[in-house]
């Protein structure tokens, strides 16, 4: 099994940045994609951004351009930079990791605890 530990969420204001890790432990192929969702309060979770194991990324329309998912295959982590963040932006982020191929669409694969980012003036 694959453990996931996200860290790096907390409480902003608009415009701010955070970057979040994600660091895992356990078996972790290094084609294995890896990405990050959100949830917020009353909401269900949805795809943040992801990337594959070559380092194809995709990402949400609501946060194209301001946010940035990158990995290291040698230390298995993954990482979220969020910019210009917005108070639509407040939710708790997971982060994921799911055998190449399939979409990210599927809420699949292993799960972190989540990490909580508050955007809010």
């Known amino acids: 099994q694959v453990q996931l530990v996200e860290s790096g969420g907390g409480s902003v204001q608009p415009g701010g940045s955070l970057r979040l890790s994600c660091a895992a432990s356990?078996?972790?192929?290094?084609?294995?994609?890896m990405g990050w969702y959100r949830q917020g309060s009353g909401k269900q979770r949805e795809l943040v951004a992801g990337?594959?194991?070559?380092?194809?990324?995709t990402y949400a329309d609501s946060v194209m351009g301001r946010f940035t998912i990158s990995r290291d295959n040698a230390k298995n982590t993954v990482y979220l930079q969020m910019n210009s963040l917005e108070p639509e932006d407040t939710a708790v982020y997971y982060c994921?990791?799911?055998?190449?191929?399939?979409?990210?669409?599927?809420?699949?694969?292993?799960w972190g605890q989540g990490t909580q980012v508050t955007v809010s003036s």
């Open positions: 990337i594959t194991g070559d380092g194809a990324t």
């Open positions: 994921n990791v799911r055998q190449y191929g399939i979409t990210w669409l599927s809420l699949s694969g292993s």
């Open positions: 356990g078996t972790l192929l290094s084609f294995a994609a």
